[in-house]
């Protein structure tokens, strides 16, 4: 049963790991039609950076050691420092002196992709942890 439990644990983690992604791609994309009139103060593209991180245990009798369980976890959130888009609009209230207006880096379509990525990422971590959960049952039956 410590297996299934292991199980479980690793695709929680992934779960909470997709759901930051889901959310900082929502927040993107919330403020990719944002203007400001300068460089410096325009919104940025936040992506997140995740590690593995891996139980190590000493196995008996020798000193290696063996993997026991891998789990996802958030090592950073990164800003994307590519130049913001500008774009020449003389009318529009937040234009520079030059008629410029400065929109974020952030494509729409990239952004959308990368949320069905994460909608399937963790679809699939919720079948695992279901999948488990039938195993576990029909272990349980099994030994009655």
Do not use: C, W
Not at 19 to 42: G, H, K, P, Q, Y
Not at 71 to 78: D, E, G, R, S, Y
Not at 103 to 118: C, F, G, L, V
């Amino acid at each position: 049963m410590a297996e299934f439990e292991n199980t479980i644990a690793i695709s929680q983690s992934a779960l909470r790991a997709q759901t930051l992604r889901m959310r900082l791609i929502a927040e993107n994309l919330a403020n990719a039609n944002t203007v400001t009139d300068s460089a410096t103060t325009i919104y940025r593209r936040k992506v997140p950076v995740f590690k593995t991180v891996v139980n190590q245990t000493i196995a008996s009798g020798n000193s290696s050691t063996t993997p026991e369980a891998g789990h996802v976890q958030l090592k950073k959130i990164t800003v994307d420092n590519s130049s913001p888009v500008r774009e020449y609009s003389p009318a529009h209230p937040m234009a520079d002196a030059q008629g410029y207006i400065t929109k974020p880096n952030i494509n729409p379509i990239i952004e959308s992709t990368d949320m069905r990525e994460a909608q399937r990422s963790y679809e699939a971590n919720l079948n695992v942890i279901d999948s488990v959960k039938n195993l576990s049952m029909r272990t349980i039956d099994l030994l009655k």
